[in-house]
């Protein structure tokens, strides 16, 4: 196995990247070594560094108000990622009253059900997600991964 | 698994009082929060076990603090800025 292939899948294995970037990435390498390997040049050269720096490694919430309250948030991923993997390990009885607390205040979200492969594909999606409001009072509201 | 935030810079901005600039060594928690982390999961795995032993479906409090640990770890480079025309508050987890 290449070193690049193997930290990717370290990467991987850390939950540093979702099933599905690891494929881009290995995708790109594989496009790179053969575009090598017919050009003659040795298989796989340097490093997936420049890949992985390229996807989206936090979260922002960007709440810009008329009335002049700003709120900037920004969110690691990763930590996005430990968070939901944290609530699969929730005792039950406590998750039900999270549940319901978040539906008392308008979020009816379950998160019990929430399994490993589902928070990938989940933190896989929300790094290509972009939310932008526009409220009739000027508010502006955006939520994106960079 | 990444290192744990080290420090924690907090500003605190005012029209009408002088700015606070704080810079919150949280490294020098951390041995503290290390001693205090492993006496919790010597517990976690011993109630882990008694509650395996006693046919209880949930016994993963060993693997929860790991993951709670974890994800302390992970907020390295959080920022959250909260700002009005009075008053502004940025916090960094470096």
Request: charged residues 25%; contains cysteine.
């Amino acid at each position: 196995m290449s070193e690049d292939r193997s930290r990717i899948l370290n990467l991987l294995a850390d939950g540093k990247i979702t099933a599905e970037e690891a494929e881009r990435l290995l995708d790109a390498l594989a496009a790179r070594a053969g575009s090598s390997a017919t050009s003659g040049e040795s298989a796989i050269k340097g490093d997936p560094e420049p890949l992985i720096a390229a996807l989206p490694k936090y979260l922002y919430v960007k709440v810009i108000a008329v009335n002049g309250d700003n709120v900037d948030v920004k969110i690691p991923i990763a930590l996005v990622r430990s968070g939901l993997k944290l609530t699969s390990l929730i005792p039950s009885k406590a998750m039900d009253q999270i549940n319901d607390s978040m539906s008392a205040h308008g979020m009816s979200v379950d998160f019990s059900d929430l399994k490993p492969e589902d928070i990938d594909e989940l933190v896989g999606t929300l790094r290509e997600m972009e939310i932008n409001v526009d409220a009739k009072n000027g508010d502006n509201v955006r939520v994106y991964c960079a | 698994m990444s290192l744990p935030p080290m420090i924690l810079d907090l500003k605190v901005a005012s029209s009408t009082r002088r700015p606070v600039h704080l810079w919150l060594p949280l490294f020098l928690l951390w041995p503290l929060a290390l001693a205090l982390g492993i006496v919790a999961l010597a517990v976690a795995v011993v109630v882990d076990a008694v509650l395996l032993l006693a046919g209880r479906r949930y016994h993963h409090y060993s693997i929860l603090l790991v993951r709670s640990f974890e994800a302390v770890n992970e907020t390295r480079g959080m920022v959250v800025r909260v700002s009005n025309e009075k008053s502004a508050v940025d916090m960094t987890v470096q």
